[in-house]
């Protein structure tokens, strides 16, 4: 039997003709099809207007043909399995990007990139075509990854930035002013030796929120004095070997601020350790504020970046940069806020 529309035509309605009787390009079309925020209301409602009209049914294996789509985006994560089933953050980001594609038929494929040779092999999928767009987690300054891919034309989107002047896409939140918030709260209180824990430092997240508390500091009057400063890498026991290293060199330091929750956790621990009250004698803060945050003994003042929201805002991202591939990158600051509990 032959497929006849409301129109009377026989066949299977084209993109083309639904574009031509709603009076909008090919593309938007396909923007309303793969559901795209990109589209103004009425002219989505003009164009399902339109495909209702003519009958037109979507063929999403032809268009995944026609397109090279596979309905598929991978959210690659270059660090360890530890540190992944360490830390919320990774959990949060994951829960945001599922909820920003569940109204969609993308399939997520999540990735850990540990080495070289597992970064070869993800370019290699990439490149066969496996893939409509990457999110990338937890970026290091050195990663080539997000280049390579860009290169290969791929939609890539990451959650943070690799420098101030990042070309690709990206979701960050404000880090310099958390920080600056944080030790500014720890100042206000009444704290003048404030030291803090770093994360790595070749990833730009940790340099802002060290960036930050130097301002702070600065501001109040504080000791800048790089002896201040211990450098950790996000995981718990670099919080507890950088506080141990800060109380050896000022026996007197009457506050910290961690770069992370699971920063300022092993902090926690160390300062037990020594003796210290926190806050009598030291107040703690972190950065996140991850369940780990309401957890610890006592509860951690923390800065509360919207992770789940930044995941979401990758998916739209990204979904816009598959669906309309010659838009411009975007690039989102989300802002952050202090959540003041027990620990200072």
């Not at 589209?39 to 989505?44: A, H, Q, Y």
């Not at 360890?80 to 594609?101: H, I, M, N």
């Not at 070749?202 to 000791?223: F, I, K, T």
């Not at 300062?271 to 006592?298: C, E, M, Q, Y």
Request: charged share 25%; glycine share 10%; aromatic share 4%.
């Amino acid at each position: 039997m032959v497929a006849r529309g409301r129109t009377g035509r026989t066949g299977q309605p084209t993109l083309e003709e639904v574009a031509a009787l709603a009076g909008v390009g090919r593309g938007t079309v396909s923007r309303v099809i793969n559901n795209s925020p990109r589209v103004k209301d009425s002219t989505r409602q003009l164009v399902q207007h339109a495909i209702t009209e003519l009958g037109y049914i979507p063929n999403r294996a032809a268009r995944a043909l026609a397109g090279s789509r596979t309905d598929a985006v991978a959210l690659v994560i270059p660090e360890t399995e530890k540190r992944f089933f360490a830390e919320p953050y990774f959990s949060d980001v994951l829960q945001g990007v599922g909820s920003g594609l569940a109204d969609t038929e993308m399939q997520l494929l999540l990735t850990l990139v540990r080495t070289e040779n597992e970064r070869r092999r993800f370019l290699q999928y990439a490149r066969a075509g496996r893939v409509d767009g990457v999110l990338l987690v937890s970026v290091h300054g050195s990663d080539p990854l997000p280049d390579l891919l860009a290169e290969m034309g791929l939609p890539t989107v990451l959650s943070g930035r690799r420098s101030a002047d990042e070309s690709v896409s990206y979701v960050d939140s404000d880090n310099v002013g958390g920080a600056r918030r944080a030790v500014r709260h720890l100042a206000e209180t009444g704290r003048r030796r404030i030291a803090t824990i770093t994360g790595p430092l070749d990833m730009y997240v940790a340099q802002c929120r060290l960036g930050g508390y130097r301002e702070a500091v600065a501001s109040a009057g504080g000791d800048q004095d790089p002896s201040w400063t211990a450098h950790g890498d996000f995981t718990e026991e670099s919080g507890r070997r950088a506080m141990a290293e800060l109380l050896a060199r000022h026996p007197d330091l009457d506050a910290v601020f961690a770069a992370s929750d699971v920063m300022a956790a092993g902090a926690l621990h160390s300062l037990r350790a020594a003796g210290r009250r926190v806050p009598h004698d030291v107040a703690v803060v972190g950065f996140d504020d991850s369940p780990i945050a309401r957890h610890t003994d006592p509860a951690l003042t923390s800065v509360r970046q919207p992770v789940e929201e930044m995941g979401r805002a990758m998916a739209r991202v990204l979904l816009e940069g598959i669906n309309d591939p010659g838009s411009p990158h975007q690039h989102a600051v989300l802002p952050t806020e202090l959540v003041r509990r027990a620990s200072s």
